[in-house]
């Protein structure tokens, strides 16, 4: 059984940092790629952070330069650094599994075949 578990997330000023952790089991996560998305109520999901098997990373314009995705490999975790965070970086975020396949789309993150359960941050003064 495939789970995605989300941690780290919480209220932080604009300008800080954050780290969010989404521990993976149920399946070889090493062959999988792993990304993370978030969303606020009433607008669609936003894909931000994502890597392939092979460690590459791809990034929303958004946050481009602010965050930064990893993996371990021998944790089965996924990190989303998130740095210089602002106020619209508000949201709930998700963790996402999906097979490798082609050329990875952080776009296309919000519709891969495994999420977690989301772990909110809110950016506020």
């Known amino acids: 059984q495939v789970q995605l578990v989300e941690s780290g997330g919480g209220s932080v000023q604009p300008g800080g940092s954050l780290r969010l952790s989404c521990r993976a089991s149920?399946?070889?996560?090493?062959?999988?790629?792993m990304a993370w998305f978030r969303q606020t109520p009433g607008k669609e999901p936003e894909g931000v952070a994502a890597?392939?098997?092979?460690?590459?990373?791809t990034y929303s314009d958004s946050v481009k330069g602010r965050f930064t995705i990893s993996r371990d490999n021998r944790e089965n975790t996924v990190y989303l650094q998130m740095n210089s965070v602002k106020p619209e970086d508000t949201a709930m975020y998700y963790c996402?599994?999906?097979?490798?396949?082609?050329?990875?789309?952080?776009?296309?993150?919000?519709?891969?075949?495994?999420r977690g359960q989301g772990t909110q941050v809110n950016v506020s003064a």
């Open positions: 996402a599994a999906e097979r490798p396949g082609t050329i990875v789309k952080v776009e296309q993150v919000p519709v891969w075949g495994y």
């Open positions: 149920g399946f070889p996560y090493s062959n999988f790629c």
């Open positions: 890597m392939d098997i092979e460690g590459i990373a």
